[in-house]
C-alpha cells in the first residue's frame, strides 16, 4: 500500500473512532439524563413528610375522646404528630384559630357561629358529637317544667351554649325568651347559687346537672335528649390554614374515625385510657360520654351530604336574634368544607 493510500485510510479510522466516540458520549449522556429523570419523579411521587399539627381542645367528654389517640398511638400510625393545645374557654381557642395560631380547634358550632369577624373565615370540617342529654336544666323543688320559668330567674352564661340550651327549651315550650330572666353567670357560679336558692334555674352540664339535682332535691325540667339539639360539637379550621394542611386534617379525621371505631368496638379500653389521662375513673368519663351522639362516619354522612349543617346554622342565627341580650351578631360566611370528610370517609373505608 502506498504512503498517500495508508495516510487516506488512516484519516477515515480516525473520523469513524471520532464518530464512535461522540455517539457513544452522547448515549451516556441519554442514560445519564434519564437516570437522574426517574429519580427526580421518584423523589416527588414519595410521601412527603406531614407537618406538626397544632389543635385546640377544651375540657369536654364529647372532644377529650381523642385523647385515645394519642394513648394507643392512632395519631402515630397516621404519620401525625398533633399537639393539642388547653384553653379555658372555646371562644379564646377560636380566635386562636382565626389568628393562625392553631391548625384547627374543637369547638361547638354555636360559638364559630358567633365568632369574632375578621379577614379569615370559619370552615367547618367534622362533627365530633351532638348533645343528647349531656345538658339540660334544673330548677328548684316547686318548678316542675320548662312552663314554669315564666318570671323566673335562670342562670345561664350569654352567648354560651348554656345561653342556646335554654332557648331551644324555651322555644320547644313557645315561651318568649324575654319572659325569662337571665342570670349572665358561669356553671360553677350558677350550682353555688342553686344550693343557695338565689337561682330558681340554672342550665348546666354532667355530671353537674344530676349532682344539683340530687344536693337541692330539685328537677331536671329539660335535657337535649328532648330535640333534635343544635348543640352540635364541631372540628373547625380556616380558609386560610386549609389549603396548607390539607393532607394533616385528612389524616386526622381518619384518626378520628379509627377513635370512633374503637369506641363502638372496646368501648371500656377507650374510656379507661382517657379517663386515665384526665386523672378520673373509666366509668365517670363513661357516664359523661353516654350523653353524647358519637361523630363517627354515618353522622358525618347525615351532617355534611343532608344538609342539616347548613339547616342548624340558620336555625342558631334564628334563635340569636329571638334574644339578643347576648349582643351577639351571627356570621355569615360560615363554610361547610365536605371535601376532606368525604375523601377521609373514602379512604377510610379502603
Known amino acids: 500500500m502506498t504512503g498517500k493510500a495508508q495516510t487516506g485510510t488512516r484519516q477515515l479510522l480516525r473520523r469513524y473512532w471520532l464518530t464512535l466516540t461522540k455517539w457513544r458520549s452522547l448515549s451516556v449522556l441519554c442514560v445519564l439524563t434519564l437516570a437522574v429523570s426517574l429519580i427526580m419523579n421518584a423523589c416527588s411521587l414519595a410521601p412527603q413528610p ?15 375522646i381523642v385523647l385515645y389517640a394519642q394513648e394507643a398511638g392512632l395519631f402515630k400510625q397516621r404519620g401525625l404528630d398533633v399537639q393539642l393545645i388547653r384553653f379555658e374557654n372555646q371562644q379564646d381557642s377560636t380566635r386562636a384559630m382565626l389568628r393562625g395560631t392553631l391548625d384547627a380547634t374543637f369547638v361547638s358550632l354555636w360559638d364559630v357561629v358567633q365568632s369574632d369577624s375578621g379577614s379569615d373565615k370559619p370552615a367547618v370540617l367534622m362533627v365530633t358529637n351532638i348533645s343528647h342529654g349531656a345538658d339540660g336544666i334544673v330548677a328548684q323543688p316547686a318548678i316542675k ?4 320559668l315564666r318570671g323566673k330567674r335562670v342562670g345561664a352564661k350569654l352567648g354560651t351554649v348554656n345561653h342556646l340550651i335554654l332557648l331551644e327549651a324555651l322555644k320547644l315550650h313557645q315561651i318568649k325568651p324575654e319572659e325569662v330572666k337571665i342570670e349572665d353567670i358561669s356553671n360553677e357560679t350558677a350550682v353555688d347559687l342553686m344550693q343557695q336558692k338565689r337561682l330558681d334555674a340554672a342550665v348546666i352540664w354532667q355530671p353537674l346537672l344530676g349532682e344539683t339535682a340530687q344536693a337541692i332535691k330539685g328537677n331536671i325540667i329539660f335535657t337535649t335528649q328532648e330535640v333534635d339539639s343544635l348543640v352540635i360539637d364541631t372540628l373547625v379550621s380556616s380558609s386560610t390554614i386549609i389549603p396548607n394542611k390539607k393532607a394533616e386534617l385528612k389524616q386526622f379525621i381518619m384518626a378520628w374515625f379509627d377513635i370512633m371505631s374503637a369506641v363502638e368496638t372496646k368501648s371500656k379500653v377507650v374510656f379507661q385510657k382517657v379517663a386515665q389521662n384526665l386523672g378520673q375513673k373509666g366509668e365517670a368519663f363513661a357516664k359523661d360520654y353516654a350523653g353524647l351522639k358519637k361523630g363517627d362516619i354515618t353522622m358525618q354522612q347525615k351532617m355534611f351530604l343532608s344538609g342539616r349543617l347548613s339547616e342548624a ?3 342558631m342565627a334564628e334563635l340569636l336574634k329571638s334574644d339578643p341580650r347576648a349582643g351577639r351578631i351571627p356570621r355569615q360566611d360560615v363554610e361547610i368544607n365536605t371535601e376532606l370528610v368525604t375523601t377521609a370517609i373514602k379512604e377510610w373505608q379502603l
Open 50 to 64: 406531614l407537618a406538626p399539627l397544632r389543635v385546640g381542645i377544651t375540657s369536654w367528654a364529647g372532644f377529650d
Open 313 to 315: 346554622i340558620a336555625q
Open 145 to 148: 317544667s320548662v312552663a314554669n
